[in-house]
């Protein structure tokens, strides 16, 4: 149950709010790297066709072990800057 709830929080932190955070960034700044905003747009529409998936499929997946960690290794994956998975998903 703890893990459940600590790993649910990790994937909102790393899989939502530091990404925000760094897309946020990336926009205020004066002039906006074209590469990092595509980099973003690749990002968040990877998640939201995640999510969705997920929300359909809930009943097939909810029962995978280890799923939550595994999802979270995937967004992390996905925006870290030395793999940077958006390039290659």
């Known amino acids: 149950m703890i893990g459940s709830f600590l790993t649910?929080?990790?994937?909102m932190v790393f899989g939502y709010v530091y990404p925000a955070y760094e897309c946020y960034k990336t926009v205020e700044m004066n002039k906006p790297d074209i590469e990092q905003l595509r980099f973003w747009c690749q990002y968040w529409i990877l998640v939201a066709v995640l999510t969705?998936?997920?929300?359909?499929?809930?009943?097939?997946?909810?029962w995978v072990p280890m799923y939550s960690e595994a999802k979270l290794a995937f967004f992390i994956y996905l925006w870290y800057p030395k793999t940077r998975g958006t390039s290659y998903v």
Do not use: M, N, P, W
């Open 52 to 62: 969705v998936s997920e929300r359909i499929g809930d009943a097939f997946v909810s």
């Open 8 to 11: 649910r929080g990790l994937v």
